[in-house]
């Protein structure tokens, strides 16, 4: 098992930063492909973000890139998503999430490749 905690979320304007962590414990972190997922009211819990075990490949979805930023410190098991120029749209519940393979599959935007879940962290940007 791994346990995920995110922090790091809370309310900002608009073309701000925040910095989200996921803490994990249990099993090996570096075990692990990781993954950031948002859900927004009444919406289905969307791909964000995710990194390889070692932190070598990234993946974004579209409308964040150039302005998120997933990584990893395998030291401290802990997986980040630096976020900035923060938009009214990326108000959600932030998750992360911990594949129990290193790498990624091509179905890494698919929130059934992951196995692990956090409880969610709620980011609200205002305009």
């Known amino acids: 098992q791994v346990q995920l905690v995110e922090s790091g979320g809370g309310l900002v304007q608009a073309g701000e930063s925040l910095r989200l962590s996921c803490a994990t414990s249990g099993r090996t972190f570096s075990d692990h492909a990781m993954g950031w997922f948002r859900q927004a009211p009444g919406k289905e819990r969307d791909f964000v973000a995710a990194?390889?075990?070692?932190?070598?490949?990234?993946y974004y979805t579209d409308s964040v890139k150039g302005r998120f930023t997933i990584s990893r410190d395998n030291a401290k098991n802990t997986v980040y998503l630096q976020m900035s120029s923060l938009k009214p749209e990326d108000t959600a519940v932030y998750y992360c999430a911990a594949r129990a393979r290193r790498y990624l599959s091509g179905s890494y935007s698919n929130n059934r490749e992951y196995d692990y879940w956090g409880q969610g962290t709620q980011v609200t940007v205002s305009s």
């Open positions: 990194i390889t075990w070692g932190g070598g490949i990234t």
